[in-house]
């Protein structure tokens, strides 16, 4: 998955006025699917695949439920640790994934996992050992790679980080995940140009979420093109949105005698 920018975040929560996650009710299950199994049952091959349908918050309860029935189910606890991971809770989301990996120590999605929610929560210092195994376990994946350059940029080691991403990219150079990953580190280091190439490639891949635009549109934003910027900005958000970003992208943005700023730069003078 392409990480949003924090100032992508910032600016699209200054947008989007919601209720925290844990305090929206659950929806309710797709037809097939029960939160709660009955009994001591374990849900069906089905079952388990039409959960994906489900909110985090009732994902977290159907795959929370699972792994009690049985603690040695490797789904179970990856699937909990990706809806916790969904609802912010970064810190469970880890344990969860570390509780499979005691009885199997080389599961390569729970090994993820642990090193997505350790990324999620800023300390990708943490990220990385266990990044590191999964791309010993399984070095054809591009998984391991792009997120070991956002765990060495967050731990400051920016040329290990930028030979990672590279190495994911070389992996998977289609994927607009790796690419967009590889332009947001260029980006937080100031290189705006670069940053704006890859995403603009990244963009038009098959696949590309709204992530890889918005981050696009924060890149032009920071580089004064604001028109360019609210034309990709319309296409995910509504307009009052739209015009909330906007506002804040002009703000963040230089003034014309001054360089394109870089994410950290932007964060800094908030």
Known sequence: MCRMSALAATALTLSLVALPALA????????????????????????RGLAARLDPLARAAFWGREADLDPRDGEAGVGLSQALRAMGKYEDAAEAAKRVLVTDPKNIEA???????????????????????????????????????IAYDQAS????????HRLAAGLAPDNPAVLCNLALFY??????????????????KPGATMAVRQNLALVLGLQGRFDEAERLVRQDLPPEAVANNMAFLRAAAPGPAGPPRSWDAVRAAQ
């Open 111 to 149: 090994l993820l996992e642990v090193a997505r929610a350790q990324v999620g929560r800023g300390q990708g210092f943490y990220a990385i050992e266990p990044a590191r195994q999964a791309q010993a376990l399984a070095p054809r994946d591009w998984r391991a790679p792009s997120l070991l350059g």
């Open 157 to 164: 080691r920016p040329e290990e980080a930028l030979a990672a």
């Open 187 to 204: 980006a937080s280091h100031g290189d705006a140009p670069q940053a704006e190439t890859l995403l603009r490639a990244a963009a038009a």
């Open 24 to 47: 929206r009710a659950p929806k309710a299950p797709p037809a097939g699917v029960s939160a709660t199994p009955e009994g001591s049952r374990r849900a069906s091959a089905e079952e």
